[in-house]
């Protein structure tokens, strides 16, 4: 296999099947790479999403952009209460990438998705000239299955529910911050990248009333519950002492004047959950690898829709939607 | 809405949502954008395929990358014999990029779903920065429903099958090229670029023991016939004056030392169909309005799996793949 990735990998010609062939098959098995799409199984109802990856650097501490497309993606259907069931990926390139920072990935991703229980079913890979893109940029797409009569909704929160979060939150975006830009500090701090079908399976298990879960993506946890007050039309409040911030995810922000509430997760579910199912469900996470740091952080009140922090010292903070990020492209 | 795109347009805050509100939800109706994934009524069998889109320019006679985008996931779909449904879409937007571009884009994108039958039912935007992507990328996945009993296989072709395709190569891959490096020419040529559910359903109803069908994009037709004699171990020959190729496609070529039969469609399907259904393939592939330039150019032989060209001279010349690209990022 060449060294580094040419123009000539993406066009379809002998040497893209090479690249298919050594690279994408050595690691993800035999999806149906001469056929135009895969024929797969199918379901009654079907959970349909779509995020492109664009993390720099590309390796990070607890995972790279391969680990973080299908988690990302796995995790987006995980949230809405479907079984994971299929990806694709789409891959593109810049010319001189080497071929091993490509493959790094492709294995990346190949463990991931078995880790989470998904078949990455179809592929394609661009091209492009050298400074064109950035390295490497992944999008995946993923398939799950709905269960008859699952009805999550970002709009089904009411007053009174629990507000449940499955761990410590800004591990990803801080771990990213600090592998890009460095700062002199030295820390163990990892990304939380990991898959969440099996954590959501067991939350829904414990607490099938459950309104709605969402992963604290790009804005964080905050950005997230505000889309929840929004799409419910209620207000929340969060208790900023419950809220669970590891020690180095805090000095990091506080050196750099983030907010850690508003820093990404990419291995965390919120869930907005009926009182009466509360404990069951943060029984549930916390009995569960992937979510033994969870807690109880809050409660759905009334209208209007806005999200408040009350501090440990008895404050009441409105928290307000940033115009973008704190940190580009962590993810 | 701003003029151009920031960084914060893809960060998941308020400028991300101005986005969303102002420039995909008014082209593209109101997909569930407040969840992580699309919930939507499933199949029994399904086709799923994902593409990337890299054109430049984004903008060229007949499409666009946003059309190119919808046509090429569609076709994808249609030639295993799917019918399209959901299309996802994945946007890479580099900081700066003027907004009416995307505008026009997504407009496309929006006009080419309706035209195909499919729903764009989930979306995702990130945004890098000035240099870090060349201005606008577009992942598109789909979801097709595959109707009972139906197998279309790259490796079903037999010897004694009629190869058909359904109208001029090459016209988008020499159409882009032309828009992008000008060298004068004076030409009315536009890209072929469609959507073909249609035609293939088409197709199918007149010749249900259609053995496959392919849409010969990167690499054009020998290319995609070449993958097609390897997966089926058979050899095949084509009749030069058979295969339609317009007459500007034909000069553009000539000048630039390009074979038209490598050149991309994307527009275009090929069929191998058995001998018994050629006829009636043929007729309802020339009876319909994206089909009409349709041709018998060839017929599948024993193996080993080679491609040859019956020249008008009578030669028979091998069509051997590509390393490479004659033409780079023609989608």
Do not use: W
């Not at 999806?31 to 379901?43: F, I, Q, R, S, T």
């Not at 490509?102 to 998705?113: D, F, I, K």
């Not at 929004?230 to 000095?251: D, F, K, L």
Request: with cysteine; hydrophobic share 50%; proline share 6%.
């Amino acid at each position: 296999m060449d060294a580094r990735i040419l123009l000539d990998h993406g066009e379809g010609g002998a040497a893209s099947a090479r690249l298919v062939r050594e690279v994408f098959l050595a690691h993800l098995g035999a999806p149906a790479v001469l056929e135009d799409a895969a024929v797969v199984e199918g379901g009654a109802r079907l959970a349909l999403t779509t995020d492109s990856f664009v993390v720099r650097p590309r390796f990070f501490p607890g995972g790279d952009v391969g680990k973080l497309a299908v988690c990302g993606t796995v995790n987006d259907l995980a949230v809405m209460g479907a079984v994971p069931r299929y990806l694709t990926c789409g891959f593109i390139l810049e010319e001189g990438l080497p071929v091993a920072d490509l493959e790094r990935v492709v294995a990346s991703m190949a463990a991931a998705a078995r880790e989470a229980g998904v078949s990455i079913v179809a592929g394609d890979t661009k091209v492009v000239g050298h400074g064109e893109v950035d390295g490497l940029f992944v999008n995946t797409s993923g398939v799950g299955f709905v269960p008859a009569g699952r009805a999550l909704s970002a709009g089904a929160c009411r007053p009174g529910d629990a507000i449940l979060v499955s761990g410590p939150v800004g591990d990803h975006g801080t771990a990213v911050m600090l592998a890009r830009e460095g700062f002199g500090l030295e820390t163990d701090l990892v990304s939380d990248c990991q898959p969440l079908a099996d954590l959501a399976a067991a939350l829904l298990a414990a607490a099938p009333g459950t309104r709605c879960m969402r992963d604290p993506t790009r804005g964080g946890l905050a950005t997230t519950m505000l889309e929840l007050c929004e799409a419910s039309r209620v207000g929340m409040a969060i208790r900023e002492p419950a809220i669970p911030v590891r020690r180095q995810v805090r000095a990091a922000c506080d050196l750099l004047g983030l907010d850690p509430l508003f820093v990404a997760c990419e291995g965390r579910l919120i869930a907005v959950v009926p009182p009466a199912e509360a404990g069951a469900a943060l029984a549930a996470l916390q009995a569960h690898p992937r979510g033994s740091g969870a807690a109880h952080i809050g409660a759905v009140g009334a209208g209007p829709a806005r999200l408040v922090l009350e501090t440990a010292l008895g404050g009441r903070r409105p928290l307000v939607a940033l115009e973008g990020a704190q940190l580009p492209r962590i993810c």
